[in-house]
């Protein structure tokens, strides 16, 4: 897992969450592509940060796929507040792919 | 350790309202141009200077090709360029002006009337290029940096306004001959200008960002796409020079040579995409897309046999229509039939879904359109092309009409699943999620 965290257990529940959002173009979901950077848990305020990047900027389903994200976030932890940032710095790259993504990729 | 963008840089994407009525507009043009072409197939065994062959050449190439491509780049331009599109009323006034203009300039050809509706035409096309420009150069200034791939469409676009002027003054000079030849002399230079500064530029200026992006390949050369930009350029402008001011055969042959050049480095460009992918899965779309890149050494072949002295007069005005049918009907055709199912089902799932998306099931984008149908068009599509540049070449009529009836049957196809695009709603158990 190359995700940033302060809670790993709870990271890993976000992240079997995330995988349900899949870029609709590649037909990939978002945590096999690397697109996820890092999840932080504030749990004094019940907030989630997920910062997360795209395959380009400006990348035309970005919208669709960050909202998604967001929706997942909301949906695995009920009554938590959700902030999903975009960051291109670094800028994605194929090297994010996992293992998984790498099989999916080679069929 | 990561910079974040708070104003969430993804969520500026240009409207679809901008974009889908050029895609719709561009797909009945087709249409409309094929079916002129099975009506006047015969002026294809004439010389090309024929009020039909003119006014099906503008529908192909305005109607169809430039509709297509103003539409993908307003879309297209912030990925581009990482910023947002300066003006959404830009992008409408420059669609009205052009919808408006040329059906307006199709019909002057076609009864060869060069007064009001050919004038009227030219100036409401002319005007949309305006448009067009202004927004695209408004959203590049003040960019963070140079992105080759913006410098080659804001360059296609800057010739794409000299063609539509210098086809202005050509359609002027029927009725007020002001220039120093006579209108015929130009077309060359009209035609190239448009073929080789407008389409070619921006295809290869577009292809070399998307191509690799589709492929999720690893490869990147900013370095190659520099030298086919000034190849591309050095021979145009060496041709509009040497064709104005010291018509040579030399210097024609410099611009062919360096335009050569410029498309075997982007074979090779294209080759290195490929060969670098991520994905080894091609689809079909992104093979006639690639396909595209080989056809566009066709028309250079005939281009080479038409200034190559291997022929007689008589066969090389034959030629010339191969040529332009190659260019307008083969590579430009092709790569609108792959690029097109790469883009339009992404713009139209993104307004049908964007709210939905991670709620349950949805279809992918590539479930929007039939993907059998789009072989079946390719295909048939295909066997139209070589039979009509069959029939050109042996100016029979007969081959030629039956050519463009498979012709057409290829452009329905093709209509039908852009509109069943265009059209398609959620099914009720997604409305339900």
Known sequence: ?107 | MFGSDFNNAAGRNTTHKIVLPFYAYAAVSLLVSILLLFFSAEAFTQHYFHPHTLAITHMMALGWGTMIILGASHQLVPVLIEKSLYSARLGYASFLLAAVGIPLLVYGFYVFDMGGPAKWGGRFVLLSVICYIINIAASMSGGRKVNVHAVFILTASLWLFLTAFLGLALVYNFTFPFLPKETLQYLPLHAHVGIIGWFLLLIIGVGSRLIPMFLISKYANSKLLWVIYFLINAGLLSFLLSFLYFPSREYYNFSIAAVVLALLFFGYYCYCAVKERIRRQVDEQMKTSLLSVVMMLLPLLFLVVITGWLVVDQLSARMVLIYGFAIFYGWITAIIFGMTFKTLPFIVWNKVYHDKAGLGKTPNPKDLFNNKLYILMVLIYLGGFILFITGAYLADTYVLNFAAAILLLAAVLYNWNVMKVLFHKPKSYERHH
């Open chain 1, 1 to 107: 897992m190359n995700v940033i965290t302060n809670n790993n257990i709870r990271c890993i529940i976000a992240l079997a969450g995330l995988e349900q959002v899949v870029d609709p173009e590649i037909g990939l979901n978002v945590v096999d592509l690397g697109l996820i950077y890092q999840v932080d848990f504030d749990e004094e305020n019940k907030k989630i940060f997920v910062t997360m990047t795209l395959t380009t900027q400006f990348c035309p389903m970005g919208e669709s796929i960050t909202a998604a994200v967001k929706r997942v976030m909301e949906h695995t932890f009920p009554g938590e507040e959700v902030w999903v940032e975009l960051s291109f710095d670094p800028p994605w790259s194929h090297e994010r792919i996992s293992e998984e993504g790498k099989k999916f990729f080679n069929q």
